[in-house]
């Protein structure tokens, strides 16, 4: 797998309250702020985007799982597919079509969420 970037997302499903709390508490607006869609702070080392889940996928976001996910920006998600199926973590669902460009939900071991996209 041939990574390009990493970085966290947070799931939220009211996406203002969520930008405004990590405004504060970062002391600093967002760096891209799509409203009602997708927010994200630059920080050391780090980026932290927000997001709203689609409609299918809101139910992963509430309750007793977790908003995280580690999203892993590859160059060829078929190609990280396939890596995924040869160690035996599959791809929990179809290849997504977003208006980032193409993502496959996984999970670790521990249940953790990953996403992994291509960009357009």
Known sequence: MNLKDSFVTLGCI???RSVAFYQ??????????LVDRYAEFQLPGLRLALFVPSGAHRGEFSGASSPMSLCLEVADLDAAIAHLEAIGHSPAGPVVTASHGREIYAYDPQGNRLILHESR
């Open 14 to 16: 009211d996406l203002n």
């Open 24 to 33: 504060a508490l970062l002391e600093q607006p967002p760096s891209v702020n």
